[in-house]
């Protein structure tokens, strides 16, 4: 299935000069999805992981139906305060300022576990390789991470760690 087919181009959004890649037409369509989430178990599973970390928001559409399907366990990577328990915290940079993403101090047990990281679009890394940090500081191991749409003019895998990446669709 050629996925592309099923993601809206929308441009200048949110600003000028932007082509914003819309997955909202490939979620509402039952075929696509179902096919996004089965190409993303066949894919990921010789990566074994323990857990399914998704990035908050678009990486709980993908991580949390994928964790199903592989039979393991999903955990949310927030954005700061939104997790009610002891978390783990991880500041990043962003192109003006800066963010916080967070995950449960307790989340990833037992220390050592093998953690597949999930999200919509990586584009410059930043809050991928965020992600990974925090499952590090988890005590566990980033066994390779999964997106949906890979924007490869922004070289965002420059910042992840030498582990495997899966993309479904590449601009």
Known sequence: MDLKTLIRDIPDFPKPGILFRDITTLLKDAEG????????????????????VGIESR?????????YKMGIGFVPVRKAGKLPAAV?????????????LE?????LLPPGSNVLIVDDLIATGGTAAAAGKLVEHSGSKVAGY????????LDGRRHLPDVPIVTLVEY
């Open 33 to 52: 999805l179902r096919y996004t989430v089965d190409a993303f178990a066949e894919k990921c599973a010789p990566l074994a992981p323990d857990f399914i």
């Open 146 to 153: 999964a997106f949906l749409v890979e924007l490869k003019d």
């Open 103 to 107: 995950i449960h101090q307790d989340a």
């Open 88 to 100: 783990h915290s991880v500041e990043y940079e962003l192109e003006y300022g800066t963010d916080k």
């Open 59 to 67: 990486g709980f559409i993908f991580g949390t139906p994928l964790a």
